[in-house]
């Protein structure tokens, strides 16, 4: 065992066995579980006075300085409140949820590398929770299981908009984790690593070696889109539609249980925005100033600066954006990011192999799209069955009977 | 022929660990009415697998398990069962198949049995034989990765070839049976 992990995390490399490197393990958690909760109640009151301010409003203000301890105030409001099940829940599912979506949104943010490299008492200490040799795969696994929280809270309820709310919200992030995948395979394929501390290594000669310009923008542009609807936020926020579906998938959740489902998002939130800046920005790197003894700690500002503009631009997104149309959401992600993101990654193959097979490369997806763009003028033309218009109210189709298309008056 | 290999107590509670989500996990599937509960008891066993492999240094497969299985295929089966409603006791006295039962008793004693036969010729935990005739073990002290990928697109090109090809036609086919079309007049597009 002790070889495995000595594999990926320098930490390990005398053994597991001391208690010193136990203790170190265990402090790392707490101290990432500690930070994480702050950033997670900041974010909130950040979030709320950011929007307010754009939409001229004054925001949270009463408690605390700034409002800063708003956040607080709401938790002890919600876990005293009544803690409901419906009475058509199913009860187990309907306790599970919430923990699977929080569970996973803490374990992505155990990947992510905050600072450099710390000596304490001989060993070598990595800022960052855990370096697993499967790195960032985890966190694309860890976002799979996500998934499951959001449906089983949809499904457990025994409620309809939270059960439509749920089926919509399986099926966009099964969409956009393709894109997802794809474009974290050309980072993968630029670095040649898989431990998130090995990206962010290679990416420390300054600038020009962030992955941003690397890979040529592209790919962190489809991340970013593919990430957001990762996360169910605006502008892909139909999974809490409150104008078509109540409050979503966590409509009848209450008390404490709401509070996770919500301590979750913004979890997620703060994570994606660091492994984002993990993948493209160069994570920690940054300018760092000769002073003899806080070089360890020049890093660690570099990350948290860099995170928190990402952060601000989801606030911004919400603030800016109108919300997509559900079928413009699955347009998106199935007609224009995944053929884009498999087509770059095709693209970076061939320029890390040779310039010729990059070029080759461009004239092959250059074609491909082509001959997707004329199939998607093709299939315009052609619809699929007769369940494109709704049978008017009350009337029930007859198979085979021809079904007109409503004109503009009668919708 | 159970090898004399001594493990260390750490990977021994793992592996333990490991088959226990494994084979609970699995009677959930079979014994749970409600088939969401099955579905998730079916994540358990997948996890429990990717333990397995996390164990035996094989982290990339253990990732893809999650990835594919718990991600996406354990989804589309909920979402189907959440799409279609069919979350309802089912009706288990009436049986489709006349001799669904005896099959199945003989279908498990031919699995259980080879099993037994592949222990005994083979080393009881990988089963090293059938593979170490193949190609040589891997190399340690490499990335598992690199080491898979140069396996995949050298060795075994052919066999994953076909796979994606049978994938695509799968794919195809499903479309071709469930898509119903017809062809739109032009006036009618221009709306």
Do not use: N, S
């Given at each position: 065992m002790n070889q495995l992990f000595a594999a990926s995390d320098p930490l390990f490399n005398h053994g597991t066995g001391d208690w010193i490197v136990l203790l170190i393990v265990l402090v790392k958690i707490l101290v990432g579980f500690g930070a994480l909760m702050t950033a997670v109640i900041v974010m909130i009151w950040f979030e709320r006075k950011a929007i307010s301010d754009m939409q001229s409003r004054i925001g949270?203000?009463?408690?605390?300085?700034?409002?800063?301890l708003q956040t607080v105030a709401d938790g002890l409001k919600l876990i005293g409140k009544e803690d409901l099940v419906p009475a058509e829940a199913d009860v187990f599912v309907f306790k599970l949820a919430p923990y699977l979506v929080v569970i996973p949104a803490f374990i992505t943010f155990?990947?992510?590398?905050v600072g450099g490299t710390l000596h304490i008492a001989g060993h070598v200490v990595l800022l960052q929770m855990a370096n697993p040799p499967m790195g960032i795969l985890l966190m694309l696994a860890m976002s799979g299981i996500s998934v499951y929280g959001v449906m089983l809270a949809g499904w457990s309820s025994g409620s309809k908009y939270p059960l439509l709310s749920s089926v919509r919200a399986s099926a966009q992030m099964i969409s956009y984790e393709a894109a997802l995948g794809m474009t974290i395979v050309t980072v993968i394929l630029v670095t040649?690593?898989?431990?998130t501390h090995n990206i962010v290594l290679s990416q420390g000669?300054?600038?020009?070696?962030?992955n941003l310009i690397r890979l040529g923008f592209v790919p962190f542009a489809i991340f970013l889109i593919a990430i957001t609807a990762e996360l169910n936020r605006?502008?892909?926020?139909v999974v809490e539609a409150e104008s078509e579906l109540?409050?979503?998938?966590?409509?009848?959740y209450s008390s404490f249980r709401f509070a996770i489902f919500f301590l979750a998002e913004f979890m997620n939130t703060i994570t994606m925005s660091a492994i984002m800046v993990t993948l493209f920005?160069?994570?920690?790197a940054g300018w760092v100033p000769p002073?003899?003894?806080?070089?360890?700690?020049f890093p660690i500002i570099w990350f948290l600066i860099k995170t928190s503009i990402f952060c601000f631009c989801y606030i911004w997104f919400r603030a800016a954006l109108p919300r997509f149309r559900y079928d413009q959401l699955m347009d998106l992600g199935w007609k224009r990011l995944i053929p884009l993101s498999l087509g770059w990654m095709l693209i970076v193959a061939g320029f890390l192999i040779s310039w010729r097979w990059g070029l080759l490369m461009f004239a092959a997806v250059l074609f491909a799209w082509i001959v997707l763009t004329r199939a998607f003028e093709l299939g315009k033309t052609r619809e699929s069955g007769p369940e494109r218009v709704l049978p008017t109210v009350g009337e029930r189709p007859i198979p085979g009977r021809v079904i007109r298309r409503l004109s503009d008056e009668e919708r | 022929m159970i090898a004399a290999l001594s493990y260390s107590w750490p990977s021994i509670l793992v592996f333990a660990a490991a088959a226990v989500l494994v084979l609970v996990g699995a009677l959930g599937v079979i014994t749970f009415k409600n088939p969401v509960h099955s579905a998730l008891s079916l994540i358990m066993t997948l996890f429990g697998v990717a333990v397995a492999f996390v164990a035996q240094q094989a982290d990339f497969l253990a990732a893809v398990q999650i990835i594919v299985y718990a991600g996406a295929i354990v989804v589309l089966f909920l979402f189907v069962i959440m799409f279609l409603g069919v979350d309802r006791k089912e009706?288990?006295?009436?049986?489709?198949?006349?001799?669904q039962r005896p099959l199945a008793a003989l279908g498990a004693v031919i699995t259980v049995g080879g099993l037994i036969a592949l222990m005994a010729e083979s080393h009881?935990?990988?089963?090293?034989k059938s593979v170490s005739t193949v190609g040589t073990a891997l190399a340690t002290g490499q990335a598992n990765v690199h080491q898979l990928g140069t396996a995949v697109f050298t060795t075994y090109l052919f066999a994953f070839e076909a796979t994606a090809a049978l994938l695509v036609i799968a794919v195809v086919g499903a479309v071709l049976l469930a898509r119903r079309e017809r062809v739109l007049s032009s006036e009618e597009v221009d709306e």
């Open positions: 949270p203000q009463r408690w605390g300085p700034f409002g800063l155990a990947l992510v590398p040649g690593a898989l431990t000669g300054g600038i020009w070696h962030w605006p502008p892909f926020d109540v409050g979503g998938f966590h409509t009848e920005f160069g994570g920690p002073v003899a003894h806080l070089k360890w700690v | 009706h288990v006295h009436v049986e489709p198949f006349v001799a009881w935990v990988t089963g090293v």
